[in-house]
């Protein structure tokens, strides 16, 4: 959410702030909270699944080699 809320509000303000110089933080907050939290929960969830499978190949490719190096 930290993450599409700041790109919202650099967003925000490259392409609408004119003279004023300000983004909209607040507006990035309720619109990740209304229309996109499920969407954000989602890539979250596959994120964190691949990082726990890529973890475990890790771990395996570890072991093997401690035991290559052992011999």
Not at 38 to 62: F, N, V, Y
């Amino acid at each position: 959410m930290l993450a599409f809320v700041a790109m919202y509000a650099s967003a925000t303000y490259y392409w609408s702030s004119g003279e004023s110089g300000s983004g909209k933080v607040m507006d990035g907050l309720s619109v990740g909270h209304k229309k996109h939290f499920g969407s954000i929960a989602l890539g979250s969830l596959i994120h964190t699944i691949i990082k726990m499978m890529e973890a475990a190949l890790d771990s395996k490719e570890d072991d093997g080699n401690a035991v290559s190096n052992a011999i």
